[in-house]
């Protein structure tokens, strides 16, 4: 079974700051995607950016970018110039490869980016 | 990514009703859905994997006489939430398997209050 530990429940950021969200997980698969998903006030979960565990080079979406530790099992988001549409649950969530597989999430970081 | 959407946005029944939530894939055929359960700044908790045209698996501790699954069509999956009991109140989110490109895109949830 797979664990996701995101020990930061909630953060605050000024806008047009860099903010760096943490996420941990555990895990004995060797294959798998990690994920950073945003739930706004609006609760619809968006897909902010994904990684592949095989891939060395840390992925990238515009002002969103990851920190991937294979190693340390570590698997942190950095949000560039934090704008105030940012605000939101954040949640890391693990998956294995393989047919249909589950996302297992973690407990959430509450972000809140200030004038 | 695949658009999903679901219906009821929100519904109030009464205890001892039941009451059916649909997800539906408006751009991709899913032939796998999940749904999730999230109470109030709590993570997303799996409750099931849909499957076209064959019986949903269900997580421990879900009961599936319960949380009845029916995922008639690539395009439709509905939860059925028999005798509802006020702690089934909560937010029911459901998601599209996309396959290959190991993501799932998520509904907008449908908030459920048994008075």
């Known amino acids: 079974a797979q664990t996701v530990t995101q020990s930061q429940p909630e953060m605050s950021v000024q806008e047009a700051e860099t903010v760096t969200l943490s996420c941990t997980y555990d895990t004995s698969e060797s294959n798998y995607y990690l994920f950073w998903y945003k739930q706004p006030p609006s609760r619809q979960m968006i897909l902010v950016i994904r990684q592949e565990a095989y891939k060395q080079q840390n992925a990238t979406e515009n002002r969103f970018s990851v920190n991937f530790q294979k190693a340390a099992k570590s698997f942190s988001l950095k949000i560039s110039d934090s704008q105030l549409g940012d605000t939101a649950m954040y949640f890391c969530a693990f998956m294995p490869t393989g047919t249909a597989s589950k996302l297992t999430f973690g407990t959430g970081t509450r972000l809140q980016v200030t004038l | 990514g695949a658009v999903v959407s679901q219906h009821p946005s929100w519904v109030i029944c009464k205890s001892g009703t039941s009451v059916k939530i649909e997800c539906r894939s408006l751009d991709f055929q899913a032939t796998t859905m999940f749904w999730y359960r999230q109470f109030p700044k709590q993570s997303l908790m799996l409750m099931a994997t849909?499957?076209?045209?064959?019986?949903?698996?269900?997580e421990q501790g879900v009961e599936k006489d319960k949380f009845l699954i029916n995922h008639a069509s690539l395009t439709l999956s509905t939860l059925t939430v028999t005798s509802a009991h006020p702690e089934d109140s909560s937010f029911y989110i459901c998601?599209?398997?996309?396959?290959?490109?190991?993501?799932?895109?998520f509904g907008p949830g449908t908030r459920l209050t048994v008075t």
């Open positions: 849909s499957n076209e045209g064959s019986k949903a698996t269900y």
């Open positions: 998601s599209v398997w996309t396959g290959g490109k190991y993501e799932q895109y």
